[in-house]
């Protein structure tokens, strides 16, 4: 149970659960008959490997780099930031790649040209991040639960705005957050209020991000 509990807590680390939802929504076939284009399904595959590459290196390698860095100088004593108060700065760190992630979108894409959801996701990461910073001042709040929340909002709102999708990837992601906040708990790295509050507020943020901006 261990050695599992660890695995999930690599394979569905926070940073790279916005990917797995980028990727589904990029490869997993969906369409919609409505005029709006809320796919990129059928989108040359060249466009969607170069769009999957932006969100990659703004929400998974750049601040993965620079938390290695704030570990190699000291600055956190963990990669994975176990202690509350090392947790301000990696969150800031967080939140300004999003932002960038945001205007770099409307900047390369131009605001409106892609599906509504990829503005919508790195604005989730602000909002997450944001409220996150507030809430660690009195609870160290799960930042895995958070990813897990992300991940299982953007498809909700995302499948409920195409008219053939597999529901097995909600489950999927659904199952996810269930086996990541299992394994958080085991590994008792939070209390069960740490863990469901993080997940309860991310999904909630994120689902209701996505809604208004669709």
Same mark, same amino acid.
């Given at each position: ?22 990727? &589904? ?25 170069? !769009? ?16 290695? $860095?704030?570990? *190699?100088?000291?600055? &956190?004593?963990? &990669? ?6 090392? *947790? ?6 967080? !939140? ?17 040209? #892609?599906? *509504?959801?990829?503005?919508? !996701? ?18 160290? &709040? ?24 597999? #529901? ?6 659904? =199952?996810?957050?269930? =086996?990541?906040?299992?394994? *958080? ?15 309860? =507020?991310?999904? $909630? =943020? ?6 208004? #901006?669709?």
């Amino acid at each position: 149970m261990k050695f599992l509990s660890h695995f999930f807590s690599w394979v569905f680390l926070p940073l790279l659960m916005p990917s797995y939802g980028i990727l &589904i929504s990029l490869f997993v076939p969906a369409y919609s008959t409505d005029l709006e284009m809320t796919s990129l399904y059928f989108a040359p595959i060249e466009s969607k490997w170069a !769009l999957f590459t932006i969100f990659f290196l703004f929400s998974v390698v750049a601040p993965g780099v620079s938390f290695v $860095l704030l570990h *190699r100088f000291k600055v &956190i004593s963990t &990669i994975d930031i176990e202690r509350q108060g090392e *947790r301000s700065l990696p969150l800031v760190i967080m !939140l300004v790649y999003s932002l960038v992630l945001f205007f770099l979108l409307v900047y390369k894409a131009g605001e409106g040209t #892609l599906p *509504r959801y990829f503005y919508a !996701l790195p604005l989730s990461g602000v909002a997450v991040t944001s409220i996150f910073l507030l809430i660690n001042r009195w609870i160290k &709040i799960s930042l895995h639960g958070a990813g897990a929340g992300i991940l299982l909002g953007f498809l909700i709102v995302f499948t409920r705005a195409q008219d053939h999708f597999s #529901l097995v990837w909600v489950l999927s992601a659904l =199952l996810a957050a269930g =086996l990541t906040m299992a394994a *958080r708990l085991y590994l008792r790295k939070h209390t069960p209020l740490e863990v469901y509050t993080g997940f309860t =507020l991310a999904l $909630l =943020l994120t689902a209701g991000i996505h809604q208004y #901006l669709s």
